[in-house]
């Protein structure tokens, strides 16, 4: 089964006012045999990312199947 997971990311960037907080928000597709187990997935991909992030929101796919055309 497919879920899309939904991450914010919070990084600072600077500008010429200083350093400011930028917010950004990123849906990645996991395959997954639950919500839980797509959540810990996306938490070990973004583990050693140097931006935080937080997995906002985790829900079914209607997605059956995603056909490789390079194989």
Do not use: P, R, W
Not at 40 to 55: M, Q
């Amino acid at each position: 089964m497919y879920y899309v997971t939904q991450v914010k990311f919070t990084d600072q960037i600077d500008t010429n006012k200083g350093v400011k907080e930028k917010v950004f928000k990123h849906d990645y597709l996991v395959e997954a045999v639950s919500v839980t187990d797509a959540e810990k997935s996306v938490h070990k991909v973004l583990e050693d990312s140097a931006i935080d992030f937080e997995v906002i929101s985790v829900k079914s796919s209607k997605i059956i199947e995603v056909i490789d055309t390079n194989g």
